[in-house]
């Protein structure tokens, strides 16, 4: 399967293409984002704050975002318009978010783009990842960033014709435009998931690629016995 971005992300759907190479992987665009807050300077907040949420000086809001209370963001952060930051949300800085965004109650986020009507609603964690157009997570899910075994080579994304390297630490997911992540799924780190995807609720992906359009389905076996 070709990694390369373009695939994977509608780029009329950020203000930040120049984060991106359109023919390379978009888990490269992460290491960019360093440098391309180094020189940031905040625009200010322009959108609403409901109560007393805490907002750090370099921080970045459009027009029309509301900020609840209890969240925290710390920077450098860019959030961009209408959208809507929810109660314990907790951003850790190096973020970009896109317009029409809803960044959930009890959710943490840190190193991480995400694009236009990105839905992460509720109890998420979301690290050193990029999320495409309208991907949604539901409540729950976990992008886990970092391998238990701490392999000093990084994380590499497993593929049939072996291991590709990405030259990070740390990598929870890329996911497609439109893709949607069933409650409580734990993508595990490199986690490539194409457009247009589906996730059981409960799936614990083990990194890896993921084809566009395909449905990942979970199955159990329930028994019920009579209490003794």
């Given at each position: 399967?070709?990694l ?7 780029f009329?759907?950020t ?9 390379r ?10 440098d ?7 625009g200010g907040?322009?959108g ?6 805490y907002?750090?000086d370099d ?5 029309g ?7 925290v963001?710390f ?8 959208c ?5 949300a907790?951003?850790?800085g190096?973020?970009?978010v896109?317009?029409n965004?809803f ?8 190193n991480c ?12 964690y ?5 999320l495409g ?20 080579g990084?994380i ?28 409580n799924?734990?993508m ?11 996730f059981?609720p ?6 890896g ?19 003794r």
């Open positions: 399967m070709d390369a971005s373009k695939h994977f992300l509608d009329s759907r203000r930040h293409t120049e984060l991106f190479d359109a023919e992987p978009a888990w490269e665009a992460l290491k960019r984002l360093p391309f807050f180094s020189g940031f300077v905040s907040n322009h609403t704050c409901v109560g007393n949420p907002i750090a921080v970045e809001i459009g027009e975002t509301v900020i609840e209370p209890g969240a963001i920077g450098p952060t860019i959030i961009g318009k209408n809507t930051v929810r109660p314990g907790y951003i850790r190096n973020v970009i896109g317009d965004v960044l959930g109650n009890s959710s943490e986020f840190k783009i995400i694009f236009d009507e990105a839905e992460i609603p509720h109890w998420n979301v690290g050193d990842s990029v157009f309208r991907a949604h997570l539901g409540a729950g899910v976990i992008l886990a960033n970092f391998r238990l075994d701490r392999d000093l990084g590499s994304i497993s593929a049939e014709g072996g291991a590709i390297p990405t030259g990070l630490d740390k990598l929870g997911a890329v996911i497609g435009d439109r893709t949607d992540i069933g409650s799924s734990v595990g780190p490199g986690s490539v998931i194409g457009r247009d995807c589906r059981y409960g799936t614990s992906w083990r990194g690629i993921l084809e566009h359009d395909r449905i990942v389905k979970v199955r159990q076996t329930i028994e019920i016995v009579e209490r």
